[in-house]
């Protein structure tokens, strides 16, 4: 996307690929409706991209993203809704959940089950198993490193500005600190 949509001089996302046939214009959609701008989509991926990778790139260009419609945003909040979350995320105090499974993702199951039952606004989520597959993850989510499935168990990190509560096996726990700001 950021190769072939990316508007480097504006800082949006056109909606077709620089690669295609010519076209008289470019279009760079920013009305959120029924679905949301591509625009909008992309600049919260990037800047929950640059909360799981560190990479401080890709908040840049979330920023940047978010100021080439600044304008619109100014005379009309409610066209862009969807670009509002990621005003909101950028403005906010994203938390990054970490979830470490032994051996199988199917363990992490209680913890997703909490999830799925709380409003985590500004939330980056990364699950894993031990093994291989924690190392891939550790290679492009930084977080990761050092983080394990403590006593054998499936282990929750809830983390703010790259600071982790203690982590936890006890989906009680993590509910709970889910529910804490630090």
């Known amino acids: 996307v950021l190769a072939r949509h990316y508007e480097r001089e504006g800082g949006g996302f056109h909606r077709t690929a620089g690669d295609q046939e010519a076209l008289l214009a470019r279009e760079t959609p920013a009305d959120d409706g029924a679905e949301p701008s591509g625009n909008s989509v992309q600049a919260l991926n990037l800047l929950r991209l640059a909360e799981l990778t560190g990479d401080d790139s890709y908040r840049r260009r979330g920023e940047r993203a978010q100021q080439a419609f600044g304008g619109l945003l100014a005379r009309d909040p409610l066209a862009m809704a969807e670009m509002l979350l990621a005003v909101d995320f950028r403005t906010g105090r994203p938390r990054q959940i970490l979830l ?22 500004n939330r980056v989520l990364a699950l894993t198993a031990e093994g291989e597959p924690l190392a891939r993850a550790a290679a492009h989510v930084p977080m990761f490193r050092g983080k394990t499935a403590r006593g054998g168990k499936p282990t929750a990190y809830v983390c703010e500005k790259q600071v982790c509560a203690l982590p936890t096996s006890d989906p009680a726990v993590f509910a709970q600190q889910l529910g804490e700001r630090r």
């Open 100 to 121: 470490v499974a032994p051996s199988s993702l199917a363990e992490l199951a209680p913890f997703r089950r909490i999830l799925a039952t709380r409003f985590v606004p």
